[in-house]
């Protein structure tokens, strides 16, 4: 079974790359293998979440790179593969002729495959390598239109800031690996004293940035550069659960250090509730799904934090399920209308009878409407949380059936008849969006029948009051998209821009940054011509000691460049001087050595090197004349 | 078959000069067959490499009064140094087929270099060192100043002044180990077993301050990186490769070969200098590249970024105190795969700035734009570079720094976590780069009308050092296996 855990990322890693080394050739076929492999990829999921096979390979000297299969892993990786097949299989219609299809599937390959490794390595070397790798793929496929800076500008802003988060895990794994000389995760919650510390904050640091939690949340705004189906796969479902998924798997050392739980469970009930508003306040689709999916994935870093696993791995996939099928919805209507700003999609819903179902099932789901997925996966989430807690998630279930409703009430109003268009969706998409409703309705329902997740029930109680809520936030949303919105223009403001964190990150961050590079820069540029002019000087000084006439001669050779006057002459002259000083140095070293390979007497007197050292710099000065001249 | 491999390129370069008339395209591609060929021995020497001691060893005597002998060999350090130098020769060799200007001259020049670089690498005596580490300074002197560019000839007397001058004061280093020993000898295996000046710390201090400060200039380690940018800057592609490839490493190999292991006491004492200076040059490196407009002076700066990783982790390793010999040889490990990894990666990408200079005669990042469209294969090779310099896992600088960092961390964690920010510096002014460059509206230097893709021979000289980045990135093992061997033996040393 070894060969199938390899299998898992390893095969679409090697197709991805071979595809983008074909490039162009391969544009015509790309389609279909992508497909094919994201196809064969789910039966090998599904076989290895049931055998549970483990494997290993030797990487660095007694860190070698391990995988595993674990309830967790399995649960992931058997979304992912789905996921990424429902994405691909949409992908099929989203690219024209014309359009590098080769390296767009390319890269998602090579992106599924580092998401397969980073949640089946059970060390911090396997994960890291992963993490990484999905970030570089991210950068490339947010940039995939690289003809418009625009995209490519944002693509820049995610790969830097989710690398500084990354930074996290680095330090992370220096820090285990000095307090226990391993980096298997299992073992970090046991680490001692302050290292358990650094791992803690390190491992945090890496699911904010990741995960595009607070105050890293901006990164994901700018992704939306990027393809339709790169956000349904990447930027909502997977990768950006990927913090989720960390702080799951380390939910014991967040406990053991004493305040990483607590710091989990705030960051994201802060950043369900920030981003929650946020997402309320766009007017573009996919910025609203973005900063949804923030709030969304607070809701699993708040789980992981307290403690309650199973109910933020069923939130996990769930919202996976949910928020991809709302992507590429929104996907499906930029391809047929072309446009996602929600105003101009007023009325797209009754137009496209079967993208409006799919996109009104993603996004009652997303309101957390009973019985469909998030409702209950949102729920086992806050079983047993704190009544603090509890209310602050709850202010975030409001704003997501607020922001959930909005988007819907405003597809399915009245057309205002503004489009022509009435091309009907291509048939893969088609494919794809009916192929991921299910799962979307109903993986929360089937997750409690699941066996083994029964041992932790729904709280009756609390899961009526999130009922009511999601059903009052859809109704006051209903009002807004009626009446317009009822927030006062710097609020709106604010909440389009994502509460100028991207802003604030430049101010705080990158302008020092920048200012301290240039002023480096300056820096750098002026000392090289000083040392350079001291040393000459110096030369000049030990030369004219030394010898006073080849000080002469040398004087009489160059005065007439120095004539001028310039600083800049003096300066040059001052070099080569030194450097036909060196020179002598050189040979001198040099033919002496090769003197006495030659079994020359070695007389060890001083005269005799001299006269060898100027025999060679004649020789050398002789060459130097004529090929340079 | 050491010596074979070490004289080889010379004695070609003799034929070539010696015979009249020769075509120029015989001329460039012997210089093709001869590379190839050192790399083959080079890759039999490995095959035959038992991952013991000192391997292929040839000691004759030369000048035995004063204990100089020619004393070559290899072990898990050299080695894979040795084959990364005929690599890149090898690759610089496919470049250099459309070389036009003076080829004949230029290939010998190039051929001795490689000569004088398997030399450094090879020695196990201190005058031998020191005279390959002098022959590759007039070398690559000659190629600034003959074959370069521009400011060629001004920036060829700085690098020559610079590490000339550093040269001799390694060799005063080397004369004071010899000193100290008893019987007086400059072999270096001799002078590791004897570390004669184990318990004289002033004088010991003193030699570890001449050969550092020798080694540290070539390294180049901040603040003695002056001569970098501009040397790189004029050199011709070729050349910038070599340079930065293979002659910066003489460098750290000399830390590594020379003064870690004869002077283990001086070492664990100043061990704080390197750890400071190392995180001063990666920080020091990544912002002033940042800031760069120039491609081929940015690269040369991370240059000074990625050696600063190398003398944090052998700082580190001589850090014994609340350290554990796990983490050392982690340490020591990573930065021997640094100076192999950087080799490839930076070797690559200078080879590729060497397409702009030849299609458009600039450098300068804002006069490019959106190249990615009439030369996709250039555009894919500059970003695979990119990201295998700015340390992504899958290509060896990953496994190198990776190396360093989770050795170094437990003994220096506040220098380590400064050095960390060197990744993000890094990765920002690579993606800045290609952002500028590649993508974005098409925008090409004034007069320049068209912009030609990678050609077969450039594309045949940088991809397999980027493919080979990346094997060693995915499978590390048998670069691993080698340097893991030699590097365990200098721990060892150290911690005497």
Known sequence: ?629 | MLTAVIFLPVAAALVLLGVPRIPDAVVRWVFVAVAAIDFALVVVLWSRFDGTGFDHETQLPWMPSIGVSYHVGVDGISLPLLAMTAGLFLAGAVYSLRHTDRPRGFVALLLFLETASLGVFASLDLILFFLFFDLSIVGMYFVIAVWGHRDNRRAALMFFLYTFIGSLVLLLGFIGLYLAADPSTFDIPTLVEQHPLDGSPVAGGLVLLAICLGLAIKTPLVPFHTWLPPAHTEAPAVGSAILAGVLLKMGTYGFVRIAMPALPEQWRRYALVFVIVGVISVLYGALVALAQTDFKRMIAYTSVNHMGYIALAIGTAGTIAGNTEQARQLAVTGAVTQMVSHGLITGALFLLSGVFYDRARSYDMGSYGGLAGPAPRFAGLVAVGAFASLGLPGFSGFIAEFQIFTGSLGARPVATALALLGILITAALFLLALQRMFLGQRRLPQSVPEFADARPNELVAVAPLLALALVIGVLPRFLLDVIESGASTVVELVAR
Do not use: N
């Open chain 1, 1 to 629: 079974m070894s060969v199938l855990l390899w299998a898992l990322p390893g095969l679409p890693l090697i197709t991805g790359a071979a595809l983008l080394v074909a490039g162009r050739r391969a544009d015509r076929r790309a389609p279909v293998i992508g497909v094919v492999v994201a196809a064969l990829l789910v039966p090998i999921a599904v076989l290895a979440a049931i055998t549970r096979p483990s494997v290993q390979a030797p990487m660095l000297a007694g860190l070698p790179v391990e995988l595993a299969v674990d309830g967790l892993s399995a649960l992931m990786a058997v979304t992912v593969t789905v996921v990424t097949l429902a994405v691909l299989v949409y992908s099929v219609a989203e690219f024209g002729r014309d359009e590098a299809a080769s390296r767009f599937f390319g890269l998602m390959l090579i992106f599924a495959g580092a998401m397969l490794a980073t949640v089946t390595a059970t060390t911090l070397l396997g994960l890291l390598m992963a993490w990484e790798v999905m970030g570089a793929a991210s950068y490339a496929l947010i940039g995939f239109w690289w003809r418009e800076a625009w995209r490519v500008r944002g693509a820049t802003t995610a790969f830097i800031t989710t690398r500084a988060g990354d930074l996290g895990l680095y330090l992370a794994a220096g820090a285990a690996f000095a307090a226990s000389g391993s980096l298997d995760l299992d073992r970090l919650a046991a680490l001692p004293g302050p290292w358990l510390d650094a791992v803690t904050a390190g491992v945090l640091l890496a699911a904010a940035g990741k995960s595009a939690q607070l105050p890293f949340s901006f990164w994901l705004s700018g992704a939306m550069a990027g393809p339709s189906p790169v956000s349904a796969l990447l930027h909502s479902a997977t990768m950006v659960a990927a913090g989720g998924y960390l702080l799951l798997r380390l939910s014991p050392l967040l406990h053991e250090s004493g305040w990483g739980a607590e710091t989990a469970v705030w960051l994201g009930a802060a950043t369900a509730v920030a981003l929650g508003a946020v997402a309320c306040a766009q007017r573009d689709l996919k910025q609203l799904l973005a900063a949804s999916t923030c709030a969304q994935v607070g809701f699993m870093v708040l789980a992981a934090g307290a403690g309650s696993m199973v109910g933020g791995a069923a939130h996990l996939a769930g919202h996976a399920a949910v928020k991809s099928l709302l992507f590429l919805t929104a996907g499906a209507w930029l391809t047929v209308l072309g446009s996602k700003d929600l105003d101009r999609l007023r009325g797209a819903g009754r137009r496209h009878r079967l993208i409006g179902a799919a996109f009104t099932m993603g996004a009652l789901a997303l309101a957390g409407v009973p019985p469909l997925t998030l409702w209950v996966t949102k729920d086992l989430v806050l079983s047993g949380a704190p009544t603090a807690l509890w209310s602050a998630a709850l202010v975030a279930s409001a704003l997501s059936a607020v922001y959930a409703g909005r988007a819907l009430f405003t597809v399915l109003a009245p057309p205002t008849g503004r489009h022509r268009s009435r091309r009907p969706a291509p048939a893969a998409m088609a494919v794809a969006l009916v192929g991921l409703s299910l799962p979307a309705a109903a993986f929360g329902a089937a997750a409690l029948w699941w066996p083994g997740l029964a041992a932790s029930p729904l709280e009756p109680v609390g899961a009526a009051v999130s009922a009511i809520v999601a059903v009052a936030g859809l109704a006051a949303s209903a009002v807004w998209v009626r009446r317009g919105a009822p927030l006062p223009d710097a609020v709106a403001t604010a909440g389009e821009r994502w509460l100028g964190l991207e802003a604030l990150a430049r101010l705080v961050v990158v302008r020092p940054v920048w200012s301290l590079a240039r002023a480096l820069a300056r820096f750098d540029d002026r000392v090289p011509a000083a040392g350079a002019r001291g040393v000459a000087r110096f030369g000049r000084a030990v030369a004219a000691a030394a010898d006073e006439r080849s000080e002469r001669y040398l004087a009489a050779g160059v005065s007439s460049l120095a004539r001028g006057g310039r600083v800049v002459s003096s300066f040059v002259e001052g070099i080569g001087e030194r450097a036909i000083r060196a020179l002598v140095g050189a040979v001198a070293a040099g033919g002496s050595r090769l003197g006495a390979l030659a079994r020359r007497p070695q007389t060890g007197q001083l005269h005799q090197y001299y006269a060898q050292a100027a025999v060679a710099l004649a020789v050398l000065v002789l060459v130097f004349v004529l090929v340079v001249r």
